[in-house]
């Protein structure tokens, strides 16, 4: 078992930082994802690791050992690429032996262990196909095999599923997370993918212009995020510009104007009177309805505001409400399962009150 630890790790492209100070770390047999949209640096952070590419600053240490200095090669890494990248003219059977070939393992250990890989990826009977008789899935199966079966003492894998319809990525990352934990091999994961890395990983790093934003479990991360970045990469946030009115020491309750409009809140931080703040909702957390309920608002930190609504929009698994409040934006609201039908009578224009607890503050 292996244990991967990044130390203050940059690098740079003429004047501009890929990555800036970067620290992180695996633990033995956990699955990591690196989270972060486009460009943010997560891809080069992977290359550093593999040994594919040297940072201008920092270390690298697999257990005790820094292998800074090491090639890719010395490593021992098995590294899944986002384009498949098999060998066309090779069979499955070869494909995945194509490494042991290269170390001169012994004929009957290669058999033995491309066996056991086609048992782990379900392609058993695969074995003479050729890649182009896969399917996208199976092929990245093969792929992922051809990576494991040098038993590596690092799987690493750059975005795998990009190039995949939405179907089998659905169905290949919980493939990937069985394989990996069936292993028991240390993994980082890099995807731009919030609801693959929430599949997938143990833990989380949220990565963006080559700065870790947060690392965190992905409960962690949805329910305490540490800026609006992460809030509204994780998942949608509306964001509601503020100023601090009053801070109740004793109930950590924020009161703050947002135009016109008071909000509570729950403070998260040290927050002063007339500070400039951020007040982030998720939209599963609001709640519509076109009248005042006894049970809505209960909660010292409950907010509820009326408004009208502009939008109704059905998106498959929720129904995504959009209401005016007399703010920048309509605050949006999101409902799932049976309570959607509770709206089929609510059209754009009607009056609405929005209800909404405990939302989260940041600092501007």
Known sequence: MVRVLVDGVSKKYGNTYALRD????????????????????????????????RPDKGRVYFNDTDVVNLPAWERNVGFVFQNVALFPHLTVYENIAFGLKLRKVSRSEVDRRVKEMLKLIKLEGYERRKPRELSGGEAQRVAIARALVINPSVLLFDEPLGHLDAKLREELKFEIRRIVKETGKTSLYVTHDQSEAFAIADYIYVIN???IEQGGTPIEL?????????AEFIGSTNFLKGEVIEVDKASNIVKASVGSIEIHALARADLRTGESILIGVRP????????IEEDLGKEPSANILAGRLVKKLFVGPYLRLEVDIGVEEPIKADVYGDRRYEYLNI??????????????VFKR
């Open 22 to 53: 970067v620290s992180m770390r695996a633990d033995d047999g956990a699955l990591v994802c690196i989270l972060g949209p486009s460009g943010s640096g997560k891809s080069t952070l992977l290359r550093i690791i593999a040994g594919l590419m």
């Open 222 to 230: 949805y329910e305490s995020p540490k800026s609006p970045f992460v």
């Open 284 to 291: 599963e957390d609001v709640r519509v309805s076109k009248h």
């Open 347 to 360: 059209e754009p224009g009607d009056r609405v009150y929005v209800v909404f607890d405990k939302p989260i």
């Open 209 to 211: 212009k080559g700065v």
